[in-house]
């Protein structure tokens, strides 16, 4: 089953404001990833934070996590129309760690809408 | 600019037809997966490999097949397409430390008539 579940499902802003995005994921983890998808196309790695890490700026990327809460939220600021796309969090469980396994569990997405 | 080389883009296929969607990555990754993943859907892992010659089944059950003879290629093969294999089938690498996140290919739109 996915561990991740992002909120909402679906978000429509305007060109210039402000897009919010949250995971929520069940099991202890080693690190939490989000990733864009354009429509029809691979995913893109966006950012990579650890579990001992609150915050992290990737240009106009800002990710917190929680761990407490088992959250984490991705916020795009000054959103332009390219940042159209689905956004997928990744969790790295700490369930799968060991002997050389690395399997990132990935939530159903964020579709964002940036309309110009 | 990918690193990891997903053909064909698109394939429109018959259904009993054998199919085989190749993937193969240029950074020497150890760790390789298959996704499966219908329009805007979520990504489920039908396969996947820590290095040559280990290949593991993922979380979804899959009538699908692979192979890594080499570190480079990790194709997937369907013995006999049908039309509920109709979907999008997502390739990515990893150096699997855990430092760094997975890189995906542009996948393969498969059609089964």
């Known amino acids: 089953s996915q561990q991740g579940e992002e909120d909402p499902q679906a978000l429509s802003i305007q060109e210039g404001e402000n897009a919010t995005m949250n995971c929520s994921y069940k099991t202890s983890i080693n690190n939490l990833q989000w990733y864009r998808q354009n429509s029809g196309r691979g995913l893109v790695h966006l950012i990579l934070?650890?579990?001992?890490?609150r915050e992290k700026h990737s240009g106009r990327l800002r990710v917190t996590l929680d761990t407490s809460k088992k959250s984490s939220s991705l916020l795009i600021t000054a959103s332009r129309a390219a940042d159209t796309a689905s956004y997928f969090c990744?969790?790295?469980?700490?369930?799968?760690?060991?002997?050389?396994?690395?399997?990132?569990?990935f939530g159903k997405g964020t579709k964002l809408s940036v309309i110009p | 600019e990918a690193d990891i080389y997903q053909t064909p883009r698109y394939l429109v296929i018959g259904t009993g037809k054998k199919i085989t969607l190749e993937c193969s990555q240029t950074m020497g990754h150890d760790k390789m997966y298959w996704y499966q993943q219908d329009p805007g859907m979520e990504l489920h892992l039908i396969h996947y490999?820590?290095?040559?010659?280990?290949?593991e089944k993922g979380d979804l059950s899959s009538e699908s097949t692979v192979s890594r003879i080499r570190t480079e290629h990790f194709p997937l093969t369907l013995e006999s397409a049908r039309p509920s294999h109709t979907s999008q089938y997502l390739c990515?690498?990893?150096?699997?430390?855990?430092?760094?996140?997975?890189?995906f290919g542009s996948g393969t739109r498969l059609t089964v008539v």
């Open positions: 990744a969790t790295d469980p700490q369930a799968y760690s060991g002997a050389g396994s690395y399997q990132l569990t």
């Open positions: 490999s820590y290095g040559v010659n280990s290949t």
């Open positions: 934070i650890r579990s001992n890490e």
């Open positions: 990515a690498s990893s150096e699997g430390t855990g430092v760094h996140g997975y890189t």
